[in-house]
């Protein structure tokens, strides 16, 4: 069987996934689900968004698996999960609108993965903005889930299941002992008015009325699926910059982004994945807030026109990304976290128009420089050491094969590939499904 862990290596660093995230998880996913069975997604919340470009328009998919373009895929959002069923919902019904078919058949919905309450966006808003008055903000998309996982953690919130027994004491002692405490924090720290019990009873009671027939014990779904040698993708939703333990603390998401933990949050922790597959942009961007050495490579205008030829705005906000060259700095390490077996190598048509084109192959701090990328560092005070390529001026987006590709544009490939220590196999030149092209061995 093949069992794929896509995962954003991104570029960068310090941004966010992997390089900080929004390398094109989503098109390479929906790729990848042309031949699975299942796509999981592992970690995360409604916090990203990813692009798919179908014949059908595009899709912004936050929470829902980038497999669920395909009809004959089943998508799960797995344990490691944090779920907002009023965003589900909502991107549920968009989806639908647009003629896909979204039912218990195709979408299960993990009953361990944790509901994001309407109280843990609302802390995200209020705390976020306190911090704003002070210019210390996080840079939160305000979703909040860095609320939702850590009353995970301090065992203070319900999980999908447990909506399917709300008739149960149990569970409502526990409705009960969380809001309780909830209430303490919204209204003595930041003067809120407190919720009612029927409230919190009655909004539980409405998305298990809607939910109750998506959600199951996945994991043991998963197991019985492996056991029948199906094929499963499982899907990050950021790159390793933005992971919890590895990223670029605390300017990094609440949840664990890298391949590792992919078993653990999709429901199947005894498992080993086959292959990962890091995706990787052929420039950095970052979207929030943090350390981005790669920002402080070329001027603000160079930044512009970059962010205007790749689009380079957030799927999940529209905040306009910070942009700069690639990051092999940055890239090696998020590969090193992810142990990708193959790359993809995604918007190599937006670098078409540069002259010359910029890598960053080291940092420099005071007097020392280093290709080792640390995160514990004071990334802030790093300084990029940038070379350049000639540029290939040439539209690359009609091309299909890799020996169509400019001779400038292989060499900007190869030299990446010596920076990276690692072959690039799929490199794509547009948003659109089929505009990618294949080098070496694929999946
Ligand atoms: P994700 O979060 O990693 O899934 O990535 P996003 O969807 O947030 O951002 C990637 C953006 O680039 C989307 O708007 C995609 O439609 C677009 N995109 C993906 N691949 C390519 C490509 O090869 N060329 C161009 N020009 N755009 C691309
Ligand atoms: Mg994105």
Redesign the pocket.
């Known amino acids: 069987r093949d069992f794929c862990l896509s995962r ?1 290596l ?1 570029d960068v660093y310090k941004r966010q ?1 992997v390089n900080w ?9 929906d790729l990848l689900a042309e031949k699975a069975d299942i796509v999981v997604r592992y970690q995360g919340g409604n916090n ?6 179908t014949g059908q328009g ?1 899709f ?1 998919l936050n929470l829902l698996p ?1 497999g669920i373009l395909h009809s004959k895929v089943i998508c799960i959002l797995g344990d490691g999960m944090v779920v907002d069923p009023e965003h589900l919902s909502k991107e549920i019904a968009q989806i639908r609108e647009k003629g896909v078919l979204v039912t218990p058949d195709n979408l299960r919905l993990s009953s361990r993965a944790t509901i994001s309450m309407p109280w843990h966006r609302a802390q995200d808003e209020l705390e976020e903005s306190r911090l704003a008055k002070t210019g210390a903000a996080f840079g939160s998309t305000k979703r909040g889930i860095a609320y939702a996982y850590s009353d995970k953690y301090r065992k203070k919130t319900i999980r999908m299941g447990d909506l399917l027994h709300l008739d149960e004491p149990r569970i409502q002692a526990r409705l009960k002992m969380m809001l309780d405490s909830k209430n303490l924090e919204l209204s003595g720290c930041y003067h809120q008015e407190r919720m009612s019990y029927p409230a919190l009873l009655s909004w539980c009671e409405k998305q298990a009325a809607l939910f109750a027939p998506y959600i199951c014990d996945t994991g043991s779904y998963l197991e019985a699926a492996l056991k029948n040698g199906k094929n499963m993708v499982l899907e990050a ?3 390793a910059m933005r992971d919890i333990d590895y990223g670029i603390f605390p300017y990094t998401s609440s949840s664990s982004t890298i391949s590792a933990y992919g078993p653990i949050g999709a429901g199947i922790p005894g498992e080993h994945l086959n292959q990962v597959v890091g ?1 990787l ?1 052929a420039y950095s961007t970052c979207v929030g807030a943090g350390p981005f050495v790669a920002e402080r490579a070329m001027p603000e205008a160079w930044m512009e026109a970059l962010r205007k ?3 380079e705005y ?3 906000t529209g905040r306009p990304r910070r942009v700069g060259p690639f990051d092999a700095v940055a890239s090696l390490y998020g590969l090193k976290c992810q142990k990708a077996d193959k790359i993809a190598l ?5 670098l078409s128009s540069l002259d010359v084109i910029p890598i960053i192959v080291g940092y420099r701090h005071g007097d020392e420089t280093t290709t080792c990328f640390d995160p514990l560092e004071d990334l802030d005070s790093c300084e990029p050491i940038v070379e350049y390529l000639p540029g290939w001026k040439e539209d690359i ?1 009609a091309c299909t094969d890799y020996n169509d590709l400019p001779d400038k544009a292989k060499a900007y490939i190869t030299r990446l590939e010596k920076l990276l220590e690692h072959e690039i196999q799929f490199i ?4 659109e499904r089929n ?2 092209l294949l080098k070496g061995e694929w999946l």
């Open positions: 954003g991104g996934g995230g929004d390398e094109g998880k989503g098109r390479v996913i990203a968004g990813h692009t798919v470009v595009k912004i980038s939703q950021l790159g995706v942009k030829s790749g689009g957030g799927a999940a995604t918007k190599l048509d937006v987006s794509s030149v547009g948003a505009q990618y």
